[in-house]
């Protein structure tokens, strides 16, 4: 039985895995990982897949002989390869997968980092397999999250996740890298990222990978620091993902820094600076305390500030009290035109609805 505290994660598969002679898709690592996602998937654990392999899959199409490859080169690349990696794993499952492409921008931007995070939950809530990638073809560099490890660690705070898995071509993390350091010791567990740490990552070996150990850690720092355990895991050895469907430890575990929800309430408590509030009617004020539940446009009585689609507001009581801070679905001029109404009565006023929900419970932090 999987980590039974994993109620979502987050599997991050590298290029090598993809394209172990980077030409094209091959299905030889592939389908032991598809088969411990489709393990997961039935034993109610959720999972996003972060899926490399754009440019390593679409480099034969396209003809450039010398390294470093140009930004355009592998644009196009990612451009050919980029479908290849989906067909591919989309033949591996018996369930829909979804292709989301993404750049350093959109997960910047608040409001498009919202609309993200409601697409992905719909994706999970009707059983479809999201697959994320960075937007290889249209991202610049400066647009660029730059490698896969940080993007897949970003998309795991996003989601909620319970936990990271990245799948690598190697057992976990070295002291050394172990192809130039032969004596370099394995570390099951990693309790506190420190410089030590990551004084021992060094760079990729073969041409196609981004990044190597570093950003690795990089990205176990992010997650482990939101409450999101980490683990670099062999994705060539299906053994790896045997032991994790037995609850059994496999690679280098990245200890989480505290709990996760602990760790969102505290980043929306005190990171987001509130837009402004809103005042609740006494039933939504007992579902917010007692139920834990979503703030629906019901139960909302008055909108005061100017706050935009994403912005951290407080939700108060009658009298005025703060009970929680929550990030807002909606606009404070979308909120005074809805407030009071039936959900199903949102698209007809505004003419859309993002959102059945004006603050999704799990953006919702109480105060006590
Ligand atoms: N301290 C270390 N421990 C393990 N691997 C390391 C270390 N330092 C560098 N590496 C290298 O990182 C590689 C994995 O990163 P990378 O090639 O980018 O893979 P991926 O495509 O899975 O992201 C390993 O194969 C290894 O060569
Ligand atoms: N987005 C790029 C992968 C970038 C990346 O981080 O690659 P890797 O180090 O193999 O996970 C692609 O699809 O080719």
Wanted: hydrophobic share 45%.
């Amino acid at each position: 039985m999987l980590h039974s505290d994993w109620r979502r994660i987050v599997i991050k598969v590298g290029s090598a895995l993809i394209s172990p002679d980077a030409k094209g898709c091959s299905t030889r690592y592939l389908l032991a990982i598809a088969r411990f996602i489709s393990e997961c998937r039935q034993q109610g654990t959720e999972v996003v897949l972060v899926s490399s392999g754009s440019v390593a899959a679409g480099r034969s199409a396209i003809a450039f002989a010398h390294q470093p490859l140009p930004i355009n080169i592998k644009q196009a690349m990612a451009a050919v390869g980029q479908t290849q990696m989906m067909a591919t794993w989309s033949h591996l499952f018996d369930f829909r997968c979804a292709q989301i492409l993404l750049t350093h921008d959109d997960l910047a931007d608040r409001r498009r980092y919202l609309n993200i995070d409601n697409t992905l939950r719909t994706l999970l809530a009707n059983q479809v397999l999201p697959i994320v990638n960075e937007n290889d073809s249209v991202a610049t560099a400066e647009l660029k999250v730059g490698d896969n490890d940080n993007l897949a660690a970003m998309v795991a705070v996003l989601v909620d996740a319970d936990a990271l898995l990245i799948c690598s071509d190697i057992d976990g993390l070295y002291t050394a890298n172990p192809r130039t350091v032969p004596d370099a010791r394995f570390i099951p567990r990693v309790e506190k990222i420190t410089a030590e740490i990551y004084a021992m990552a060094g760079g990729s070996h073969h041409a196609i990978g981004t990044g190597g150990m570093t950003t690795k850690i990089q990205a176990a720092d992010k997650a482990t620091k939101l409450g999101v355990d980490t683990l670099i895991i062999n994705g060539q050895k299906a053994a790896s993902f045997d032991a994790l469907l037995r609850g059994e430890p496999a690679g280098t575990l990245f200890v989480r820094q505290q709990d996760r929800l602990s760790a969102k309430k505290h980043w929306l408590l005190n990171s987001l600076k509130s837009q402004g509030s809103i005042s609740l009617d006494n039933g939504a004020v007992q579902a917010l305390l007692h139920k834990g539940a979503s703030l629906l446009a019901k139960g909302i009585v008055s909108v005061s500030g100017q706050f935009d689609k994403g912005d951290a507001i407080w939700l108060c009581d009658d009298s005025g009290k703060q009970l929680a801070k929550g990030i807002c679905q909606y606009s404070a001029t979308e909120l005074q035109l809805i407030k009071g109404l039936h959900s199903t009565q949102i698209a007809q006023t505004l003419g859309f609805c993002p959102s059945e929900e004006v603050v999704h419970r799990d953006d919702i932090a109480l105060t006590t």
